[in-house]
Every structure is written in structure tokens, then in C-alpha cells.
């Protein structure tokens, strides 16, 4: 009976554990080998957990792909204290290139790749920034 109760234990530990180590080696092969584009900020919303707002902040944004599609995402994500984020501004984020549907915040490693989509104007102006 002992082992049993251990067994179960050890997978009910062992779950939360190996999931987020596959998300985490999902985000980086995204990090890596993602399309990197700027998205829109539409809405902002915090995150509440067991009724008590966090730190992470749900991001509603909308995406312009460079075969033109257009689509809102929604990224939940921590943002440091002292930065502000509102709606209009762009963002860095990443595509996964194995699951279109999942993205995440773009490293500044992964921001070297990055692919303007937009307007003429919008292009302009992203260019401008970055140099």
C-alpha cells in the first residue's frame, strides 16, 4: 500500500515539472528558429490568480504575418516594474514555425532577426528606431 502511495506522488510531482520543460524547450527552439515580427498592442488586462492580481500581464495584440495575414494574439507575460506598456505601441514577438497558432515575447537575441510587416510609414518608422 506504501508504494502505491509513493508511486502516485512521485507523478503528481514529477507532471507540472515536465510540462514546464517542455514549454521551455518549445519557447527556445521558438527563440531560435521563430519568425520575428512587431505586433500591435490593442488591450491590456491583468492576470488574476485565485482572485489576486500578479504581476503578469495578459497583452492583447494583432499581428500582420509577412504572407499578409492579419490575426490577434494574446501573450501572457510579465513586465518589469518602471515599464510601461499601452495600447498601440509594438512589440517583438516570436511565431513558432512549428505551431503558428503559439507565440512569445522576443528575446533580444531572437529581435536580430527581426522582420518589419506593415505599412511604407510603419517600416519607416521601425527602421528609424532601431538605428
Same mark, same amino acid.
Given at each position: 500500500?506504501?508504494?502505491?502511495?509513493?508511486?502516485?506522488?512521485?507523478?503528481?510531482?514529477?507532471?507540472?515539472?515536465?510540462?514546464?520543460?517542455?514549454?521551455?524547450l518549445?519557447?527556445n527552439?521558438?527563440?531560435?528558429?521563430?519568425?520575428?515580427?512587431?505586433?500591435?498592442?490593442?488591450?491590456?488586462?491583468?492576470?488574476?490568480?485565485? +482572485?489576486?492580481?500578479?504581476p /503578469?500581464?495578459?497583452?492583447?495584440l494583432?499581428v500582420?504575418e *509577412?504572407?499578409?495575414g &492579419? #490575426?490577434?494574439?494574446?501573450?501572457?507575460?510579465?513586465?518589469?516594474? +518602471?515599464?510601461?506598456v499601452? /495600447?498601440?505601441?509594438?512589440l517583438?514577438?516570436?511565431?513558432? *514555425?512549428?505551431?503558428? &497558432? #503559439?507565440?512569445?515575447?522576443a528575446?533580444p537575441e531572437?529581435?536580430?532577426?527581426?522582420?518589419?510587416?506593415?505599412?511604407?510609414?510603419?517600416?519607416?518608422?521601425?527602421?528609424?528606431?532601431?538605428?
Amino acid at each position: 500500500m506504501k508504494i502505491w502511495f509513493w508511486i502516485g506522488l512521485a507523478v503528481i510531482v514529477a507532471i507540472p515539472i515536465v510540462r514546464f520543460l517542455l514549454q521551455r524547450l518549445r519557447e527556445n527552439y521558438a527563440q531560435k528558429h521563430g519568425t520575428v515580427l512587431y505586433a500591435t498592442v490593442i488591450s491590456l488586462e491583468p492576470v488574476k490568480v485565485f +482572485g489576486k492580481i500578479t504581476p /503578469a500581464m495578459k497583452i492583447n495584440l494583432w499581428v500582420q504575418e *509577412p504572407d499578409g495575414g &492579419k #490575426r490577434q494574439v494574446s501573450v501572457s507575460t510579465r513586465i518589469p516594474e +518602471g515599464q510601461t506598456v499601452s /495600447a498601440g505601441m509594438m512589440l517583438p514577438i516570436v511565431i513558432d *514555425p512549428k505551431d503558428p &497558432k #503559439r507565440v512569445s515575447p522576443a528575446t533580444p537575441e531572437s529581435m536580430k532577426r527581426v522582420q518589419l510587416t506593415g505599412s511604407r510609414e510603419q517600416r519607416r518608422q521601425m527602421r528609424k528606431q532601431r538605428m
